[in-house]
């Protein structure tokens, strides 16, 4: 049955063998489409899968191929909307790239990789097209409520009950873009105080702008100050924070060892640092700071 090949297709996926899983992924569709009987939302999840495979293995093209289709049949859905953007960034059509990313975000504001992708693609079409790049995008289109995530509040009713009330307005989300341009602008002018070694001032702006949007990179950027200050615990429970967001994040590890260190608690520092080494097993600064740990 379809939904069968589909668990043999994420199994697959799972043990890396993007390629069968494709495979089980397209005769699921085929068998869907014989029987006439498919719902858009199977097909849909079906094209996104597959277009993961794509990805994996470097097929962009048909990354987006599938990304687009999925997306004819369910708009606005959040997976494929990231793949397609992850194969334009790859394919460096950064522009297409950075729509995608930019509608990921009105979809789930919560989504790290879609910050992320935003943040690079700014910086690769500055790069590109210098400062008057937005005037080349393509226009970003306005994705209606019902299809946000923002006030999907699981309950224990009846299914549908997190589907976001009819009566949130406009207003809220024109709120919520404003707030997090406004966290942006507090967490760069934080920037701009650690560059001239303000670091009382910087953890204040970094502050506001937590409050506004709980961001890894700020919350690392605030630990970076905590440590300049000798606030070790504040420091290291800026970096748990920054990892519940990102779990591998390398600077998140670094900074948490290195406070941990400071507060004599050399087993979790070390753990910490080994954690970071799986992922940059070079990482110059960690290899020196695990040598000084194992003195201590």
Known sequence: SP????????????????????????????????????????RSVLLANRAACHLKDGACSLCVADCS?????????IKPLLRRAA???????????????KT?????????????????????????????????????PTVPVSAQMRWSIPSAQAPGANTPPATAPQGERDKTAAGMERARMLKEEGNEFVKKGNHKKAV?????SLKLNKECATYTNRALCYLALKQY????????????????????????AQALKELKDYKSSIADI????????????ALKLLQELNRA
């Open 69 to 77: 289709s999925a997306l004819e049949l369910v708009p606005f859905g």
């Open 204 to 208: 204040e702006k970094y502050s506001e």
């Open 3 to 42: 939904g069968a090949l589909r668990r043999a297709g994420n199994e697959e996926f799972r043990r890396g063998q993007y390629g069968p899983a494709a495979e089980l992924y397209s005769r699921a569709l085929a068998q869907l489409e014989a029987a006439g009987d498919a719902t858009a939302e199977e």
């Open 104 to 140: 990921a975000l009105q979809v789930d504001c919560s989504v790290q990789a879609a910050h992320d992708g935003v943040n690079r693609m700014t910086k690769a079409l500055l790069e590109k097209d210098g400062v008057s790049w937005r005037q080349k995008l393509p226009p970003i």
């Open 233 to 256: 615990k504040e420091a290291a429970q800026d970096c748990t924070e920054a990892l519940e967001l990102d779990p591998k994040n390398v600077k998140a590890l670094y900074r948490r």
């Open 274 to 285: 080994k954690s970071l080494l799986k992922t940059e097993p070079k990482n110059t600064a």
């Open 87 to 101: 194969a334009y960034e790859a394919l460096e059509r950064y522009s297409l790239a950075y729509v995608d990313y």
